[in-house]
């Protein structure tokens, strides 16, 4: 008899497997940022910055204020806790991950250097000379080789050539990423950017990818099979194997959700044997479009009633939301969403819209209000401005006015 979850008890696991629900600390350091880090396993990476770009906010929502330069130092360089690879999307990874995507890398080298229409085997002497470039030179952005390339090799290798194959070579592994500079990739060979350890051959795929499924169910808390694919990209053929062998080892143990499946009958889950079934989640927190919580669409929609989808690509006359709309949670519901931008020039953290949904708590506006004004002082910024547009604007507007809430303090502003 499959035990049943209700969808209350659903997202409360969920929630706090993926870190909420804690007190935020006073003042977080490197063993809390690595602690949410080991936690969700990555960080997704993404160029959007008119907020903050996004692997710097799902810290932030579960930790409050943090310095972001502890983050950097955890990223960047040979010495980095972390590594960048295609693990969901582009993300940071911890570092031990690594071998376990050789599989993934040993796809892309296949297809790269596949004589029917490879990139890489169509450009091996254009590879073949991006090695030797940082053989020579170390660690170069594709810009610096770009200009090297003009020089030394003439037009006919361009800088959409050369940045190209060295995409390829890094999904194949043939490169690393070891620093981003304004956001553009410094390359490097892997063994200018990794432990010799980290470059012995990775274990066999189907090993790899039970300890993924597993790492996905812990970040979970409970998924189903879509949900465990989709959190290393995978294939539900690649981890229904997985997910039989950590049940029978009883690290997984399946449930029915009422409401999860199609029609009358509840669809399988599957909890982590060590995942907290908190009685409550209590708190406020904006969540980055990329945040675990709620990138993939069809969990978010499962667990929270709540459709969301970005609108970066969508012309502004067509935008609903915003640019870029942050989900609001509060406790253990996503009951809204902020579009934010950052004003560096004039200071200020505006607000150009901001939505809830029905049957958000009335005090909505006031909850969030803290969690605004902390980020807004994260980022340096001296205020907090609401442009006005939106149903829960005119709320937030007079909350922002209220003496009562002048203040805040990390400890009122995180899950």
Known sequence: MVDQVSPALARR???AAQGFGRAAPATPGTRQL???VDRLGLLQIDSVNVFERSHYLPPLSRLGAYDRGLLDRMAWGRRGRLVEYWA???????RDLWPLFEFRRA??????HSESGGWLHEHRDLASWLRAELAANGPMQASAIEHDANERRGPWWGWSDAKRTLEWMFLTGEVVCVERRRFERIYALPEQGLEPHLLEHGPAEPDAVRVLVERAAMALGIATAADLADYWRML?????????DLVDAGVLVPVEVPGWGNGDRPATAWVHRDARRPRRVEGVALLSPFDPVVWFRPRTERLFDFHYRIEIYTP?????FGYYSLPVLVDDRVVGRVDLKSDRKARVLRVQSAWVEAGAPADTAERLVPVL??????????EVAVAGRGDLSPELRSALGSPALASSTPEATAV
């Open 13 to 15: 696991i969920a929630l």
């Open 34 to 36: 690595a602690g949410v």
């Open 88 to 94: 969901h999307q582009a993300a940071f990874i911890p």
């Open 107 to 112: 796809e892309y080298r296949r297809k790269a």
């Open 236 to 244: 539900q053929t690649q981890v229904r194997p997985a997910i039989a």
């Open 316 to 320: 502004e006359p067509q935008r609903k």
């Open 373 to 382: 004004r902390n980020a807004a002082a994260w980022q340096g910024l001296d």
